[in-house]
């Protein structure tokens, strides 16, 4: 369960989700994996972790392979998301050797069995790795085709008992436009789900903002790119949107 000794955290919570993009993992590159923004995120997880948060970690898989534009090229899409949830794979275990590095344990678990590399997902085995403060790396998806990693957090989320998905991002909360295209773009402090949908403002996608609103899982949405961020968004400090009921 959430940790037993609040007085060692400023933190405003117990047990939190990060959902992260792969494309948050490839730096200045083009593609793929850019080993020293893998390690600078690890460190901010290890910065969190260290004050007593258990954490629940999903990483996407944009920067190796993406599903839908695989399927947009021709690829049969069932096909396409499953080679998509493979590269969630590889960034969960770049994600955990990082963190190995710095002396965090931590587990990947995948919705597809690959016993070699990674344990199968067991809600229980989960909860339990938890309370023994492992990081939990939720990797493959969902284990289906036609359902992101957005909705793979959402979900494992709602069974892992978080309080709240923290949504990284490269910009510090969700605005009613691109604020990289428009510079009148206006920054929410707070919106709702059904905002959020109506709005079609690009938080998560829609499965998973209603299964968010259906069970009441705040999702914060706040800045990868500044140093300390992810401790101070959970300290309530810093600059961040909340999506809310």
Not at 16 to 25: D, H, P, Q, R, T
Not at 99 to 125: H, N, Q, T, W
Not at 142 to 167: Q, V
Request: hydrophobic share 40%; charged share 25%; glycine share 10%.
């Amino acid at each position: 369960m959430p940790m037993s000794a609040p007085e060692e955290s400023k933190a405003k919570f117990g047990r939190v989700m990060l959902k992260i993009s792969g494309e948050a993992l490839m730096g200045d590159l083009g593609y793929g994996l850019h080993p020293p923004t893998v390690e600078r995120i690890a460190r901010e997880v290890k910065i969190v972790h260290d004050l007593g948060v258990e954490i629940c970690m999903v990483i996407g898989g944009g920067n190796i392979f993406r599903g839908l534009q695989g399927s947009a090229q021709g690829m049969e899409r069932t096909t396409a998301d499953y080679m998509g949830m493979l590269a969630t794979v590889m960034n969960a275990l770049a994600m955990q050797s990082a963190l190995e590095k710095m002396g965090v344990f931590c587990r990947v678990i995948s919705a597809i069995r690959m016993d070699e590399v990674a344990e199968p997902y067991i809600r229980r085995r989960a909860v339990r790795h938890l309370e023994k403060k492992r990081v939990c790396i939720f990797a493959a998806g969902t284990g289906n085709p036609y359902f992101t990693t957005d909705t793979a957090a959402t979900l494992r989320a709602n069974e892992m008992a978080c309080e709240a998905i923290f949504k990284g991002t490269k910009v510090d909360g969700v605005y009613d436009k691109d604020p990289e295209k428009h510079t009148d773009a206006r920054r929410y402090d707070r919106v709702s789900y059904d905002e959020v949908l109506a709005q079609h403002l690009g938080v998560m996608d829609a499965s998973a903002i209603a299964l968010a609103r259906d069970n009441n899982l705040p999702i914060i949405v706040f800045s990868l790119d500044e140093p300390g961020g992810f401790k101070g968004i959970l300290a309530g400090e810093g600059t961040y949107t909340t999506v809310h009921g």
